[in-house]
């Protein structure tokens, strides 16, 4: 007869793996340390090899390399199994009811989470949506991994077989001050920035790859090596009057450049944009409230 290892054993082995200490794991499982030593021992010896190093308890715990293996597996078996649990409560009524875990990144939460909340809330009462912001990269590994449920992001990005669906676009803007601009011929050319004069975003932040792309901005002795964390901050620095950059005409609508001496005008070439999209895991049965969602946010835009 075959053992068959437990959600519960992966639970406690991938919650293991996430502090690397027994008591922090064993709280956040809401069970006693002895419980959760006792169910990775058993997973042990199902799997039957060890899953971590035995050291003294003063090193720091090590993972050997079924270990590491057998965590993103359970990883993935546990983000099915939440998919799971979730037909169940579909069967029980109205796909727009319960709880929705929904991940944005930082250059679009600031500027739809808010009206998002407030027209889910009018139209959707029952529907508790629990947010996280976070970088792309972060995000889409959580939703491999059950934390989150669905994602809104600006695309193309690799999502690495994910479901997704474009709601709308968002312009990029060039914004620049109004000493610089005086000092450059109209219209704008890239040939006549000073070299080091475009501010972007960190790498991490998918903004920068986009607006890049998007703008045809090929020529990289023009971007500044500095890197900034935060739209705001981005802002900050032409309002100084040391550059130029791109920002997404929704955080222009939402306030942005408010009370900023800057002025504001399309970036050369074609028009430059980024899709907007919904992603989710193909194995969630949650399709019809993602696509409902997908309504909402593209009426927002």
């Known amino acids: 007869m075959i053992k068959w290892p437990s959600l519960k054993q992966l639970h406690y082995l991938i919650t293991l793996h996430e502090t690397r200490h ?7 499982c809401f069970v006693s340390q002895s419980t959760l030593s006792k169910g990775i021992q058993n997973l042990e010896e199902i799997i039957g090899c060890p899953l971590y190093e035995k050291k003294d308890k003063k090193s720091p715990l090590v993972f050997t390399q079924a270990g590491e293996l057998i965590v993103q597996q359970g990883r993935e ?16 009524g109205d796909s727009m009811q319960g709880q929705l875990r929904l991940g944005c990144i930082p250059t679009i939460a600031p500027f739809l989470l808010g009206d998002l909340v407030q027209q889910v809330n009018h139209l959707f009462p029952q529907l508790n949506l629990l947010l996280k912001e976070d970088t792309t990269t972060n995000l889409l590994t959580a939703l491999r991994h059950g934390e989150l449920d669905v994602l809104i992001l600006a695309l193309p990005v690799d999502i690495s077989g994910m479901e997704s669906r474009i709601v709308g676009q968002d312009p990029f803007r060039m914004v620049i001050s109004h000493d610089q601009a ?23 932040h998918c903004l920068t790859e ?8 090929t020529e990289k002795q023009k971007i500044n090596p500095f890197s900034a964390t935060s739209l705001h901050t981005l802002v900050q620095m032409v309002a100084n009057g040391l550059g130029t950059t791109f920002i997404p005409q929704m955080a222009i609508k939402h306030g942005l450049l408010d009370n900023q001496n800057l002025l504001i005008i399309d970036p050369p070439g074609q028009k430059a944009y980024r899709d907007i999209g919904l992603v989710w895991r193909p194995s969630s049965s949650r399709a019809d409230t993602f696509s409902r969602l997908a309504d909402i946010v593209s009426e927002l835009l």
């Open 182 to 204: 005086k000092r450059i011929s109209t219209p704008i050319k890239y040939d006549d920035l000073p070299d080091e004069s475009v501010f972007l975003l960190e790498k991490e």
């Open 22 to 28: 027994f008591s922090d794991a064993a709280q956040r």
């Open 210 to 217: 986009h607006a890049v792309s998007a703008c045809q901005l």
């Open 77 to 92: 078996l546990l983000a099915k199994a939440q998919d799971l649990v979730e037909l169940g409560n579909m069967c029980k």
